[in-house]
């Protein structure tokens, strides 16, 4: 199997089977090979954040721009992810909140 065939699912599992020390490895390996966002079925979303943050936060559409959806830290990597639920034709704005900053960052994946 590719990088290129591997779901998000499977590249998680394997990246919790994985030492530390080879976890970069992988994920360095799967982001350049990933349709972005990660469409996991018809109607779910999942958005990525790559980097080194004490909490990573979601607002947007989803969320009428007044609450944030929290991301989820994959253990031992600074890979951040989380699922958003849509209608399968939804084009969502949206914005990344990092740590305590106030100032929103547009997503550095989704060009």
């Not at 199997?1 to 089977?17: I, K, N, P, Q, Y």
């Not at 951040?80 to 034709?89: G, I, Q």
Request: proline residues 8%; contains cysteine.
């Amino acid at each position: 199997m590719t990088m290129a065939d591997r779901s998000f699912r499977e590249l998680v599992e394997e990246l919790h089977g994985t030492p530390d020390s080879g976890k970069a490895r992988l994920i360095d390996a799967y982001i350049p090979t990933m349709r972005y966002p990660i469409l996991e079925d018809d109607s779910t979303a999942i958005l990525l954040y790559r980097g080194d943050r004490a909490r990573v936060r979601l607002t947007g559409d989803m969320t009428d721009w007044i609450d944030t959806i929290p991301f989820e830290r994959i253990g031992g990597t600074d890979l951040w992810f989380v699922p958003v639920r849509c209608e399968p034709d939804a084009r969502l704005e949206y914005v990344l909140m990092l740590d305590e900053d106030p100032t929103p960052l547009t997503d550095p994946l989704n060009r």
